[in-house]
């Protein structure tokens, strides 16, 4: 079982907030990404890390930002939160273990922008 | 352009029946392939995996089949309980390298499945 955590769970926010959605594992996993998943359609990767002091974006084009400055942190941040932003947020680490690699996912954060 | 398909969006089964989900897949590069289950208002959890090497595993009421030549997979859930009703992503690693040994993952856009008691 993996030990992945967010905060906060939900969200409702005005916009042009600036938000910050935490994002911890203790499972010493080098690598970690944030995917944006709305209702019915598939996940998408807007960012990953591999390390501390690594970020890198995803195939999803996304105004928000990533920071690694620690192995088991990895807060997304929205500088103007907008309508358009509203999505569910999901976290998730991982480690090469055998020559596979599985990702193991947080609980999530709903955002809800007004 | 989606390179993973679940084509249904939702399925019914009754309790205690097998329930099969499928998945079909577009780019031979995809080496691995997860299946995830997902509650409302939670994260993905991992269920099962197979490699590109296999053509079935099987893990207690799990069992995944690939078949590289059609390039379909799916997922058995046998017997059927209503605990496992949910979302059922599939997801394909590789096609994508991202740097540092590693692939990205990507997803369907998930079946629903509801066990009938």
């Known amino acids: 079982e993996a030990d992945i955590y967010q905060t906060p769970r939900y969200l409702v926010i005005g916009t042009g907030k600036k938000i910050t959605l935490e994002c911890s594992q203790t499972?010493?996993?080098?690598?970690m990404y944030w995917y944006q998943q709305d209702p019915g359609m598939e996940l998408h990767l807007i960012h990953y890390s591999y390390g501390v002091n690594s970020t890198e974006k995803g195939d999803l084009s996304s105004e928000s930002t990533v920071s690694r400055i620690r192995t088991e942190h990895f807060p997304l941040t929205l500088e103007s939160a907008r309508p358009s932003h509203t999505s569910q947020y999901l976290c998730?680490?991982?480690?090469?273990?055998?020559?596979?690699?599985?990702?193991?996912f947080g609980p999530g954060t709903r955002l809800l922008v007004l | 352009d989606q390179q993973v398909k679940q084509n249904s969006p939702s399925l019914s089964v009754q309790e205690g029946r097998i329930s099969i989900l499928n998945c079909d897949y577009t780019?031979?590069?995809?080496?691995?392939f997860l299946w995830y289950k997902k509650y409302p208002a939670e994260g993905p959890t991992f269920l099962i995996s197979i490699s590109s090497i296999k053509d079935k595993n099987e893990d207690g009421r799990f069992t995944v089949f690939l078949n590289k030549s059609a390039k379909h997979l799916s997922l058995h859930i046998v017997p059927s309980q209503p605990g496992d009703s949910a979302v059922y992503f599939c997801a394909a690693r590789g096609a994508r390298y991202s740097g540092a040994g590693s692939y990205q993952l990507t997803f369907g856009k998930g079946t629903k499945l509801s066990v009938i008691p």
């Open positions: 998730a680490s991982s480690q090469r273990r055998g020559g596979q690699e599985t990702q193991y």
């Open positions: 499972m010493g996993h080098d690598k």
């Open positions: 780019n031979s590069m995809f080496d691995y």
